[in-house]
């Protein structure tokens, strides 16, 4: 978006040529985020579809760092799943990677969370059975 649209209000800025290179659907997503104060210039590209900018709008409303998935080259499942990893604090490196299907992707979060779980469980056992030496 050109310097010049930076001062305008959310009405003016839909009037814009920027604005209307966007189909109505992109349109809705920038406008949300215009009203939440997010950056829209981190997904306002018309190479994103409307539910690519809506995963990358999720993520900057629970401020994650969405420039490990705002990239082309993720398709809508592949930003939910990485996303998901990143809420969930898991180790998103391991399968941010446009070479992975979303449902690889999947597989690898999912094993990711069940072992974090797992390892949470065995030190809570841990920290009983030492209390239990101890006293």
Do not use: C, H
Request: no cysteine; net charge positive.
């Amino acid at each position: 978006m050109n310097k010049i649209y930076n001062n305008l209000n959310i009405d003016n800025l839909m009037k814009t040529e920027w604005f209307n290179q966007f189909n109505k659907e992109q349109q809705k997503e920038i406008r949300y985020g215009l009203e939440d104060n997010l950056d829209v210039l981190i997904y306002a590209k018309t190479e994103f579809d409307w539910e690519q900018m809506n995963t990358i709008r999720f993520g900057l409303i629970v401020n994650l760092d969405v420039s490990i998935y705002a990239k082309v080259e993720f398709n809508k499942y592949q930003m939910f799943y990485i996303r998901e990893g990143l809420r969930e604090n898991l180790d998103v490196s391991k399968y941010a990677k446009p070479e992975y299907t979303w449902q690889e992707m999947k597989v690898i979060r999912d094993e990711l969370f069940n072992n974090r779980k797992i390892a949470k469980k065995t030190k809570r056992k841990l920290k009983k059975w030492i209390r239990y030496i101890i006293t």
